[in-house]
């Protein structure tokens, strides 16, 4: 499956983006889709994923409580509602399919190119 991840951009600490993935190539209902995002210097690290008919999602304990995942297997987009935003929520955000339900960037199989979240204070 090919992504494609728009909706980054910058925002003051306590507001909100709404980031969308957008799918094509093999059945995308077929895919467990997964939220990462790398801060410069820091490991990739798991923010979201969600399951194959949306009613199975997961949080980092960082983003809890302020960022929703969800999916529209009809228009094959995955999407992740910020709120509350923090200035360490600053990074590249990648979204990421699996054939397997994860939380590991090792487990997904398909990335998008990523996109900008910078938050400021």
């Known amino acids: 499956v090919q992504l494609q991840a728009s909706g980054g951009g910058s925002a003051q600490a306590g507001g909100s983006l709404r980031l969308s993935c957008t799918a094509s190539?093999?059945?995308?209902?077929?895919?467990?889709m997964g939220w990462f995002r790398q801060a410069p210097g820091k490991e990739r690290e798991f923010v979201a994923s969600?399951?194959?008919?949306?009613?199975?999602?997961y949080y980092s304990d960082s983003v809890k409580g302020r960022f929703t995942i969800s999916r529209n297997n009809g228009g094959n987009t995955a999407n992740l509602q910020m709120n509350s935003l923090k200035p360490e929520d600053t990074a590249l955000y990648y979204c990421?399919?699996?054939?397997?339900?994860?939380?590991?960037?090792?487990?997904?199989?398909?990335w998008g190119q990523g996109t900008q979240v910078t938050v400021s204070s």
């Open positions: 190539g093999r059945t995308f209902s077929n895919n467990f």
């Open positions: 990421a399919a699996s054939e397997v339900a994860s939380t590991r960037p090792t487990d997904f199989g398909s």
């Open positions: 969600i399951g194959w008919g949306g009613g199975a999602t």
